[in-house]
């Protein structure tokens, strides 16, 4: 639970300035001059090593068990990676992994 | 070309972002509901849906400051997640660069995946689009998608209150993540990247204010690119 109001008010308020800056930047303020290359190509990257680097400790040491390692959460983390790499379909992904969760729950008591 | 009317662009643009409703709705939806049960009240889970308008960092900084990682790093993690908008904007440049500042000030505000996705291809594959034209096509693909998300954020933040804990929504999260990264692993240097990603976070989990995250981002930016140039050098 989010119990600290006031950081909350403060993570809500800078992170919509800082989102609206970053969307500004270029179109807004910086006009017609490119970034050099090497910055873009590791931009492209920026999405892919901060979303999985995030989400592992939840899949490999989830709160709702304690910390410990749970068949069914990490089962229903590959049943979602498989859907969406195969499908592209983020939402067939997130309805299919649920879905492994709930299955898997049941199955495994 | 059919833009002889001037509002059909407009609504070219709507077509071209209606498709995005699947995702949108039940994106916003699983926000509202996890926001609710990481505390937040209606009036907060709403600030920040219309104040952030950007799904996956909002996931990121409600799932951190559950974890009560210290703000600083709440904050630099989830701009990390936003950091390719600067590429989006970067690359709208040569076609909205001469729009009047106050609407490219709107622009920005109402810069979600989707639109970029959608308008960015658009302006490609029809260079013969007036500025003017550019702009109206821009807006008409927000409109499925930006009042649908501010809509369901709303009735999840309703609903999720009603969601009992046997529904293991605090795996959502993950699963949502999970959603959003793995169509992304297109590339070899995108799957490098992700692999870099997990296992320097999961080695580092022993560094202090979550700063193991960043370093571990940092490596897995570093390796994306690598791998990326070390290709190209090959193909060459």
Redesign the interface.
């Known amino acids: ?3 600290d ?1 006031t ?14 800056l ?7 303020l ?3 001059r ?2 050099p290359d ?1 910055i ?21 040491w ?3 068990t304690g910390g410990h390692l749970d068949p069914a ?1 990490l089962g ?2 590959f049943v ?2 498989a ?3 195969w499908s ?4 067939a ?2 309805v299919g ?2 879905a492994a ?2 299955g898997l ?1 049941f199955l495994l008591g | 070309m059919s833009q002889s009317k001037p509002n059909s662009a407009f609504w070219s643009g709507f077509r071209a972002g209606s498709p995005f409703i ?2 949108v709705v ?2 916003a939806l ?1 926000f509202g509901a996890i926001a609710t049960k ?3 009240n209606i009036v ?1 889970t709403m ?2 849906t ?5 799904g ?3 996931f ?7 974890e009560h990682a210290p ?1 600083f790093i ?2 630099l ?14 690359a ?3 076609h ?2 001469r729009a009047p ?1 106050f609407i ?2 709107l ?3 109402f ?1 979600v995946d989707q639109a970029f996705a959608v308008a960015f291809q658009k302006y490609e594959s029809a260079p013969e689009m007036t500025v003017a034209q550019k702009v109206r096509f821009y807006f008409g693909s927000l409109l499925p998608i930006i009042p649908l998300w501010y809509i369901f954020s709303y009735v999840g933040a309703v609903a999720g209150a009603m969601i009992p804990p046997e ?2 929504l ?16 297109r590339s070899l ?2 799957f490098i ?6 296992g ?3 080695a580092l ?1 022993w560094v202090p204010y979550n700063l193991g ?1 960043i370093i ?10 690598g791998v ?2 070390k290709l190209k050098r090959r193909r060459a």
């Open positions: 639970m989010i119990t109001k950081t909350l008010w403060i993570v809500i308020v800078l992170l919509g300035l800082g989102t609206y970053i969307r500004f930047s270029f179109l807004g910086i006009g017609d490119e970034l090497w873009l190509r590791h931009l492209r990257y920026v999405a892919v090593a901060v979303l999985p680097g995030l989400i592992a400790p939840l899949v490999v989830p709160q709702a959460r229903a983390a979602a990676f859907i969406g790499i592209k379909n983020a939402v992904s997130i992994g649920m969760l709930y729950q | 699947l995702v039940p994106f699983l990481a505390g937040l907060e600030s920040m219309f104040l952030v308008i950007a996956a960092a909002q990121t900084a409600i799932s951190l400051m559950q703000t709440v904050l993690t989830a701009l990390a997640v936003n950091l390719r908008m600067a590429m989006y904007s970067a709208l440049v040569p909205l660069g500042l490219r000030v622009m920005a505000y810069m529904y293991s605090d795996f959502a999260i993950p699963i949502t993540f999970i959603a959003l990264t793995a169509p992304a692993m240097p995108h990247a992700a692999l870099v990603s997990v320097a976070t999961l989990i995250l571990a981002a940092l490596l897995a930016m570093i390796a994306g690119a990326e140039q």
